[in-house]
């Protein structure tokens, strides 16, 4: 019963988030004394690096027909894969593809999924955030097939050393109803969603003509910028830096929150960063709370000089 | 245009998160509860607004008992035109999924219009498995939708942007920001939805793929470490040779 992990790969490149699930995939292969094997559908290369992370075995299914993301496609790919593996568990990242892709395969298989899971199975019970990263659940899968989806960022990865031996794969491709028009980058600055650090700020710095020091900092750190809901809403910054409940949700290693005070809706959205740096002029300031390393100060004498101390330890 | 909206009932987003009966159960005490934002807000407008523009009706559907009525009212009182609540406990997104595929297939709905995930558990399950289950086409974490005659261009959130699709009805998508601006019921909508059929149907026979066995809480911060304002070298001293982190 192998152990079947999804390796989503974007313009011809397997992302951070595939690495991460197949090596969460890898380790319950190994703690079952199976073989984990991982799917790439569409044009992508170095895929034998996927067994630096305990993959034994790639399935590429290189179509270029399969180039767009097409999730109805996808999930019989994935179906047929782990019919000929005999895979009883499958593993995605619960990131943009993952979720629009794993929900059908459970639908498909008629198996039990948890998502967002944050530690490896005991047994058949896994471990996920709910309520916004404020609580945790235990869930039972109670069907043979289970699925998986890991809350990028949350599970440590695993190096072997490996390298895997890649497979052309080959099966009935499912129709389906969805064209790919258009894809629109926001800009082709590192991804809020997948920086190691980002640097946020909020209503705090009064007005957009002061986000200069912020993307100063985040240049010398090589982070993304992020921002609260109203300064979003209210056209400081573009929509697409807004994080917290109704934004996006993030989880990177370290998160600087500057002039942001720290509400219940932003931190559902930041609290799986690991490391969370305040800086606000209010003592009281709620973010405190959640903070590891804190500043009480005024942003527009803190964040310069700031600036100043990463370029110099940089040097 | 038929259009289905799910909507799921949640803590309100301040909710004190604690757990009872051995940690196996979440505290609703003093908890209100709201439609789940994401649903009202983004799945829910943007149904009025096509049927506005288009003509049709817009069903809103729930799984759950009867203490979801509330919620549904809002959803009705917001300008639904009628409910519809599957009377069974939801502890499983495949169980509810289930639920809702076989009303939808039963009374063909142009589109099934979901929120992007409930934010109790954080599933991001249910839409996707309805349209599975359906054989529908999919798009999640739609940012915008627009219909022409039945093909809707639909852009959804993807690692650094966005993506545009196109797909022909019926398909079933999950709704993410972006999708319509949240609107506050009127006096005539709450009186109205007094009288607006909601209608409890009894549930189809389905298995729970999945139980909870229990909860916990996140251990608790070990306490900020302050740096003084004029000492802004030992934050980065201590970012770099303590947390690692950069
Ligand atoms: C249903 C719902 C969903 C929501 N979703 C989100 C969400 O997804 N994301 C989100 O961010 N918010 C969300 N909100 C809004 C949230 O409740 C807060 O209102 C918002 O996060 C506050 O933004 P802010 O911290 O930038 O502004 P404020 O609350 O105005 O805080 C500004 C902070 O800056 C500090 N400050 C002022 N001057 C300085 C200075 N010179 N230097 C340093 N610090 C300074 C102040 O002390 C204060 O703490 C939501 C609200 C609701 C009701
Ligand atoms: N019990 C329910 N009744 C109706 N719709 C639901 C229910 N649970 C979830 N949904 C819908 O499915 C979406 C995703 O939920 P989830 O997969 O639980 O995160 C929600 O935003 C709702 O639109």
Not at chain 1, 100 to 106: F, G, I, N, Q, W
Not at chain 2, 72 to 88: E, F, M, N, P, S
Not at chain 2, 114 to 126: A, L, P, R, W
Request: aromatic share 6%; charged share 20%; proline share 4%.
């Amino acid at each position: 019963m192998s152990v079947l992990v999804y390796a989503d790969s974007n313009n011809g490149t397997l992302t951070k988030n595939a690495f991460e699930a197949a090596s969460y995939g890898a380790q319950i292969a190994q703690a079952n004394g199976t073989n984990a094997v991982a799917v790439v559908v569409g044009s992508a290369s170095g895929l034998e690096d996927l067994g630096n992370y305990g993959i034994a075995k790639v399935l590429h299914l290189s179509d270029a027909s399969l180039d767009n993301f097409d999730p109805q496609k996808i999930t019989g790919i994935i179906a047929a894969a782990a019919q000929q593996e005999g895979a009883s568990t499958i593993i995605f990242s619960h990131d943009f593809s993952g979720k629009s892709v794993a929900p059908r395969l459970s639908a498909k298989l008629d198996a039990g999924m948890v998502t967002g899971a944050v530690a490896l199975p005991n047994g058949n019970v896994i471990k996920k955030a709910v309520f916004s990263g404020k609580a945790f659940a235990e869930v039972e899968v109670n069907t043979d097939t289970k699925i998986i989806a890991v809350l990028p960022n949350s599970v440590d990865k695993v190096t072997t050393g490996g390298s895997a031996s890649v497979e052309a794969f080959s099966c009935d491709i499912p129709s389906s109803g969805l064209t790919v028009k258009e894809i629109k980058k926001e800009s082709t600055e590192l991804s809020l969603t997948e920086a190691d650090i980002v640097v946020s700020a909020g209503r705090g710095l009064k007005g957009p003509e002061n986000w200069g020091m912020i993307e100063d900092l985040a240049k010398e750190l090589g982070a993304a910028t992020a921002c609260s809901r109203p300064v979003a809403d209210i056209g400081w910054r573009p929509h697409h830096e807004h994080v917290g409940q109704t934004g996006f949700a993030i989880r990177p290693n370290l998160y600087f929150a500057i002039g942001i005070s720290g509400a219940i809706q932003h931190l559902a959205g930041v609290n799986g960063s690991k490391v969370i740096v305040v800086i606000n002029t209010d003592a009281e300031a709620p973010f405190f709370k959640a903070a590891d390393y804190g500043i009480v100060g005024d942003a527009f004498e803190v964040v310069p000089k700031l600036v100043e101390a990463v370029k110099k330890l940089k040097a | 245009m038929k259009i289905l909206v799910c909507i799921s009932k949640a803590p309100d987003t301040t909710a004190k998160i604690a757990f009872t009966d051995g940690d196996t159960k979440f505290d609703e005490n003093g908890v209100q509860f709201i439609v789940n934002p994401y649903d009202e807000w983004y799945a829910l407008v943007r149904g009025l607004e096509l049927k506005e523009a288009n003509g049709g009706s817009v069903t809103v559907i729930n799984v759950g008992r009867a203490d979801s009525d509330p919620v549904i009212r809002k959803a009705l009182a917001i300008g639904a035109d009628d409910a519809v609540r599957i009377d069974a406990d939801t502890t499983d997104a495949l169980y509810v999924a289930k639920q809702i595929a076989n009303y939808a297939k039963e009374n063909a709905y142009d589109m099934v219009l979901c929120g992007k995930e409930t934010i109790d558990y954080n599933g991001s399950q249910v839409a996707g498995m309805i349209a599975e289950l359906m054989n529908a086409p999919y798009v999640s974490l739609a940012s915008k939708l627009d219909m022409n005659g039945n093909t809707a261009t639909i852009e959804r959130d993807i690692e650094g942007g966005v993506e545009v699709v196109e797909t022909a009805t019926p398909f079933v998508l999950s709704s993410a920001k972006g999708m319509a601006e949240a609107r506050i019921p009127n006096m005539r909508g709450i009186m109205a939805a007094r009288t607006k059929p909601l209608n409890v149907v009894a549930a189809s026979e389905a298995n729970n793929a999945t139980t909870i066995k229990g909860f916990s809480l996140p251990p608790a911060k070990s306490g900020c470490k302050y740096v003084d304002a004029d000492n802004v070298e030992e934050l980065v001293n201590l970012l770099h040779n303590e947390a690692k982190a950069i």
